[in-house]
């Protein structure tokens, strides 16, 4: 069975039922031309046999001397009879052939389903098992010498082959489990992201006006930068900051760890990606100082300076001085360092 090769076994079997439909094609047809020859030759003989089957019969009433009337009604009689004849092997003929087409058509049949049987991949001992056991329960010598030995088994019908891999074969089950499967994690993904966005962000900024006036926001992990600068500057409104009262959020900027990070990126996405700045970690806004070791400077604690928010007219008067002579559009494609975070 390491050679069996289901696909070109059908293959087979459909060419091979293909020729055999072909070739009992032109045997009807020619079973037909014969017949219709047949036929045509009897219709020409059938005037001669009939009219001397008629005579016969007609001669065989009409011995001696008989009247006219009698004569005709006796000719009338014979020609009934011989039509009666005719007629009845007509329909036995006719019977006789529907009969014989009958059992080709139904030899036909089962020798297509023997052979489909042959190449199913489905168990067919159920069938074999009803007719197993004899009267004295045992079974029959055949079914045992077929058991005895693996040639014995030659002659049965191709059945499954437990070890062979059909993990490659199209499944409608199984692949239907597994988009299911596939859809369950997805939203279970998608429901702890939305947890996740909804936790609250406590974020330590400042201020930065040529001085820094620290001050810490809560907002939803979720937020974008954009969201954190209007919390920002409701917040700094409130506290007596009148240039606040005036602006905008999109005249508000975000400076973390040297970089002006867009006003549509997400804290989450931050977090998520785990970014990092010029001089720290993105993904972190507690408040340190110094972030850097002082044994080791190219090894970094997971620690962040806290963010400043300027105002963008600010930025673009002061630019070409420290601080933001250092600060840059972030680009989260670039890599902005390559030493390690420091931590277990």
Known sequence: MSGFNPVANASRVRALEGKREKELE???????????????????????????????????ATVGLVSRADFLAARDRAEAQAEAE????????????????????????????????????????????????????????????????????????????????????PDRAREDRAARAREELAAQWHAREEELKQEPLRITY????????????????GST?????????????????????????????????????????????????KARGKSGPLFHFDVHDDIRLKGDATKEKDESHAGKVCERHWYERNKGSHPASRWELWDPDKDYGSYAIFGP
């Open 206 to 221: 400042s201020f930065w006006d040529g001085r820094g006036h620290r001050r810490e926001v809560q907002v939803p992990r």
């Open 225 to 273: 930068v954009s969201g954190f600068l209007d919390a920002v500057r409701r917040q700094l409104s409130g506290e007596g900051f009148r240039e606040m009262k005036r602006c905008s959020t999109d005249d508000l900027l975000y400076i973390k760890e040297d970089l002006i990070l867009p006003s549509h990126v997400s804290f989450h996405e931050l977090i998520a990606k």
């Open 86 to 169: 005719a007629e009845a092997k007509k329909a036995a003929g006719v019977a006789a052939s529907e009969k014989a087409r009958d059992a080709q058509r139904a030899a036909r049949d089962a020798q297509r389903k023997r052979e489909r049987a042959a190449l199913s991949f489905a168990a067919d001992d159920d069938s074999d098992e009803d007719d197993s056991d004899d009267d004295d329960g045992r079974p029959p010598p055949k079914r045992a010498a077929g058991r005895a030995g693996v040639g014995s088994d030659l002659g049965r019908g191709l059945g499954k082959d437990p070890t062979v891999q059909t993990d490659f074969l």
């Open 26 to 60: 032109e045997l009807e047809r020619k079973r037909k031309e014969a017949e219709a020859r047949s036929d045509a030759a009897g219709l020409m003989a059938f005037g001669t046999s009939e009219r001397a089957a008629v005579d016969a019969a007609h001669s065989a």
